[in-house]
Nanobody, 112 residues
Framework: QFAETGGGLVQPGGSLRLSCVASGFDFNMRSMAWYRQTSGTERELIAG???????KYEDSVSGRFTISRDNARNTAYLQMNRLKPGDTGVYYC????????WGQGTRVTVSA
């Protein structure tokens, strides 16, 4: 299971930090990722981190978002800086590749 928090309303150029507490599997051994679903689109992978802390980003967030993890807390994070209106959506975390079970996500709205 996944419990995402940290979303909200932010102005363009602002920052948010998302958190995801995971349970029900061996978090230390699994790659994790953040996924985003914007209005009218499929859920897409935007940032991933392996169990060895290797990271990879989708082009639109590279250089602005940072994924990290705390294995002691079974928690993944997504630091989002220089947010744009196009970042608006619902953010989910999951394993990579993802499991069939998703959390409720956390909504991020970037608007003036």
């Amino acid at each position: 299971q996944f419990a995402e928090t940290g979303g909200g309303l932010v102005q363009p150029g602002g920052s948010l930090r998302l958190s995801c507490v995971a349970s029900g599997f061996d978090f230390n051994m699994r790659s994790m990722a953040w996924y985003r679903q914007t209005s009218g689109t499929e859920r897409e992978l935007i940032a991933g981190i392996t169990n060895r802390d290797d990271v990879k980003y989708e082009d639109s967030v590279s250089g602005r978002f940072t994924i990290s993890r705390d294995n002691a807390r079974n928690t993944a994070y997504l630091q989002m800086n220089r947010l744009k209106p196009g970042d608006t959506g619902v953010y989910y975390c999951n394993m990579r590749p993802h499991s069939a079970t998703w959390g409720q996500g956390t909504r991020v709205t970037v608007s003036a």
